[in-house]
């Protein structure tokens, strides 16, 4: 996908062996360690059946798998009160409310997660079971529809009951004004959680929006290098023989498209869906983004920091920074050369631990000496040098950041998520990392098309 990566569109993905998961079960307490941006590189993505979900990647049993379906096919024939259908809800309810209670912990021995990482799980773990599987840019199937809303209605349901009291004045039928405390949505809930519904309902439109198209799969394998369908006009296009995107996978279908290529009508509206995710995704990841900054960041990783930021980063990193008058991030990242995802997603772990570090040497208490002038002079000099430095990494990170904005979660980001308590603040950041991560997912397969119109185009010339 070369335009994916390409400056002007900010995308392209190589996946990162460190971010890898085995397997996204509810029981796992590990299921928190969820790609930022790409599904793709978790073990539900690899290729299977299409109409199949993977047992590992479900968020819910079997059982519950048959239940939905079944209320899934009612939906045009439920009456009100039908006790069948009631029965049915009821059932998977109780089961829901039971491992939330249970904090995921089925022997009942009390060694459960916190509620908090136990909905963020699920909503992961609902997002890899209805799209892990999704590799082509077309509608998704009715049933899967349904549940993805049904489900997503019922998790997002808890922030309903998430409150703030506010001081408001509240005038008497005497006329006497009083102070009286209410309750109204959190502020932080009231503002994103609306338009992460909305975000979602778009995502949703684009997909619908591919019902009927000029392009088709294949699926890898069935087909040959320049190949013609028997009783059709359509040409197999292979990305084989024509200069390689950056990344293969061996488990997507293969988009092929009419041996003229799409129409100037088609791609027309591909680049104006692609432009719509692309602002989707940036969305979605502003407020994953902001949602992460708000959380507190655990004991653990602040014990964890290395004793020595130059230690961490590393001596040529930490000379540019040091000793360049008029720091630059962007030509310090020109310089280093980043090959892959993974080699920037270490550098990330490697400057953000190093910038706290920085940050908690500038917080210290200054060392005493009997000797006044010279303990104000080292003691500032070391304290500017702590606070520069920590700016500089700052600024680094946010560059690193900007240049790869399909980057993994960080060491940081992944503690954050697994300590955290608070309840909204987990839904809010793995709805809008879902949305993030099929928004970056809908541009890609959209650039696949427009590869392949492309090559075709020059085929023909």
């Given at each position: 996908m070369d335009n994916i990566s390409s400056p002007d569109v900010g995308y392209g993905y190589q996946p990162s062996p460190s971010t890898e998961t085995t397997g996204l079960s509810t029981l796992s307490g590990n299921s928190f360690a969820y790609c930022r941006t790409n599904s793709e590189t978790s073990a539900f993505s690899e290729h299977t059946d299409e109409n199949s979900c993977s047992e590992t990647a479900s968020p819910m049993s079997s059982r519950s798998l048959k239940v939905l379906s079944r209320l899934g096919m009612r939906q045009h024939k439920t009456i009100a009160g039908d006790p069948e259908t009631i029965n049915l809800e009821l059932e998977l309810m109780k089961e829901r409310f039971s491992k939330l209670l249970l904090g995921e912990d089925m022997s009942g021995g009390g060694k459960g997660v916190a509620t908090a990482v136990t909905i963020s799980n699920s909503i992961t773990n609902l997002y890899a079971s209805m799209f892990g599987q999704h590799q082509r840019l077309e509608p998704l199937h009715p049933d899967k529809i349904?549940?993805?809303?049904?489900?997503?209605?019922?998790?997002?349901s808890v922030c309903d009951y998430i409150?703030?009291?506010?001081?408001?004045?509240?005038?008497?039928?005497?006329?006497?004004?009083?102070?009286?405390?209410t309750s109204r949505p959190r502020s932080d809930i009231h503002i994103n959680l609306p338009a992460l519904r909305k975000l979602d309902a778009m995502l949703l439109e684009i997909l619908d929006s591919f019902e009927a198209t000029e392009f088709w799969y294949a699926e890898q394998g069935s087909i040959s290098n320049n190949s013609t369908r028997v009783g059709s006009f359509r040409k197999v296009i292979q990305v084989q023989p024509q200069p390689q995107r950056k990344e293969e996978k061996w488990w997507s279908p293969v988009v092929c498209v009419p041996s003229g290529g799409i129409s100037e009508k088609g791609r027309k509206h591909l680049r104006h869906k692609r432009d719509c995710a692309n602002q989707i995704h940036k969305a979605a990841m502003a407020i994953n983004s902001s949602i992460l900054a708000e959380m507190e960041i655990p004991e653990s990783y602040m014990t964890s920091l290395p004793k020595s930021g130059k230690a961490s980063v590393g001596d040529s990193i930490y000379r540019h920074m040091y000793s360049a008058e008029k720091f630059s991030p962007e030509h310090l990242l020109d310089s280093l050369n980043i090959?892959?995802?993974?080699?920037?997603?270490?550098?990330?772990?490697?400057?953000?631990?190093?910038?706290?570090?920085?940050?908690r040497k500038s917080c210290m208490p200054r060392a005493k000496s009997s000797w006044v002038m010279v303990k104000d002079l080292v003691s500032d000099d070391r304290t500017d040098k702590n606070n520069v430095l920590a700016e500089r990494a700052e600024s680094l990170l946010f560059c690193l950041k900007q240049r790869y904005p399909e980057l993994s979660q960080t060491t940081l980001d992944t503690s954050k998520i697994h300590f955290n308590r608070d309840v909204g603040k987990a839904i809010l950041e793995s709805y809008s990392r879902v949305l993030e991560s099929l928004a970056f997912n809908v541009v890609a397969w959209i650039e696949d098309v427009l590869f392949v119109d492309k090559t075709m185009k020059k085929q023909e010339e």
């Amino acid at each position: 996908m070369d335009n994916i990566s390409s400056p002007d569109v900010g995308y392209g993905y190589q996946p990162s062996p460190s971010t890898e998961t085995t397997g996204l079960s509810t029981l796992s307490g590990n299921s928190f360690a969820y790609c930022r941006t790409n599904s793709e590189t978790s073990a539900f993505s690899e290729h299977t059946d299409e109409n199949s979900c993977s047992e590992t990647a479900s968020p819910m049993s079997s059982r519950s798998l048959k239940v939905l379906s079944r209320l899934g096919m009612r939906q045009h024939k439920t009456i009100a009160g039908d006790p069948e259908t009631i029965n049915l809800e009821l059932e998977l309810m109780k089961e829901r409310f039971s491992k939330l209670l249970l904090g995921e912990d089925m022997s009942g021995g009390g060694k459960g997660v916190a509620t908090a990482v136990t909905i963020s799980n699920s909503i992961t773990n609902l997002y890899a079971s209805m799209f892990g599987q999704h590799q082509r840019l077309e509608p998704l199937h009715p049933d899967k529809i349904i549940m993805w809303k049904r489900e997503m209605n019922c998790l997002l349901s808890v922030c309903d009951y998430i409150v703030e009291y506010v001081s408001t004045s509240q005038k008497l039928q005497d006329g006497t004004t009083v102070e009286a405390l209410t309750s109204r949505p959190r502020s932080d809930i009231h503002i994103n959680l609306p338009a992460l519904r909305k975000l979602d309902a778009m995502l949703l439109e684009i997909l619908d929006s591919f019902e009927a198209t000029e392009f088709w799969y294949a699926e890898q394998g069935s087909i040959s290098n320049n190949s013609t369908r028997v009783g059709s006009f359509r040409k197999v296009i292979q990305v084989q023989p024509q200069p390689q995107r950056k990344e293969e996978k061996w488990w997507s279908p293969v988009v092929c498209v009419p041996s003229g290529g799409i129409s100037e009508k088609g791609r027309k509206h591909l680049r104006h869906k692609r432009d719509c995710a692309n602002q989707i995704h940036k969305a979605a990841m502003a407020i994953n983004s902001s949602i992460l900054a708000e959380m507190e960041i655990p004991e653990s990783y602040m014990t964890s920091l290395p004793k020595s930021g130059k230690a961490s980063v590393g001596d040529s990193i930490y000379r540019h920074m040091y000793s360049a008058e008029k720091f630059s991030p962007e030509h310090l990242l020109d310089s280093l050369n980043i090959s892959s995802e993974h080699e920037a997603l270490e550098l990330a772990d490697k400057v953000e631990a190093s910038m706290y570090t920085w940050r908690r040497k500038s917080c210290m208490p200054r060392a005493k000496s009997s000797w006044v002038m010279v303990k104000d002079l080292v003691s500032d000099d070391r304290t500017d040098k702590n606070n520069v430095l920590a700016e500089r990494a700052e600024s680094l990170l946010f560059c690193l950041k900007q240049r790869y904005p399909e980057l993994s979660q960080t060491t940081l980001d992944t503690s954050k998520i697994h300590f955290n308590r608070d309840v909204g603040k987990a839904i809010l950041e793995s709805y809008s990392r879902v949305l993030e991560s099929l928004a970056f997912n809908v541009v890609a397969w959209i650039e696949d098309v427009l590869f392949v119109d492309k090559t075709m185009k020059k085929q023909e010339e």
